[in-house]
């Protein structure tokens, strides 16, 4: 994402300058907030490349899984010929005969 990295860019850049102040300074408190910025210009860039990879892997999968096809079968349930169960146990039976030889 831009945003991240243009927040880790400028993080990096307040780090510089906290340095560059504290030696033209000889203020050395200015060291900590030096080092906090670059922590964080370094977290930033590090969540950056975490959303890329992770929306890399969402892509990756979203192409790979069967979209749900709608059934080709238009006629509504009520019309259709409703099957007793001797008669779906008997065409399961006859299936595994046919499969067993």
């Keep these: ?6 927040f880790a860019w400028a993080a990096f850049a307040v ?8 030696i033209a300074a000889e203020a050395l408190i200015l060291i900590s907030p ?5 922590i964080s210009g370094v977290l930033f860039l590090a969540a ?3 959303i890329f990879l992770l929306t890399e892997i969402k892509d990756a999968l979203k192409g790979t899984q069967p979209a749900i096809e ?3 079968d238009t006629t509504p349930s009520a019309a259709r010929e409703t ?15 046919r499969a067993a030889t």
């Design 1 to 6: 994402m831009l945003s991240l990295r243009l």
């Design 15 to 22: 780090a510089a300058l906290c340095i560059v102040v504290a």
């Design 34 to 38: 030096a080092i906090a910025a670059l």
């Design 48 to 50: 950056d490349r975490a």
């Design 70 to 72: 709608p059934s080709l």
């Design 83 to 97: 099957r007793s169960i001797e008669e779906i146990s008997r065409d399961i039976e006859n299936l595994k005969t």
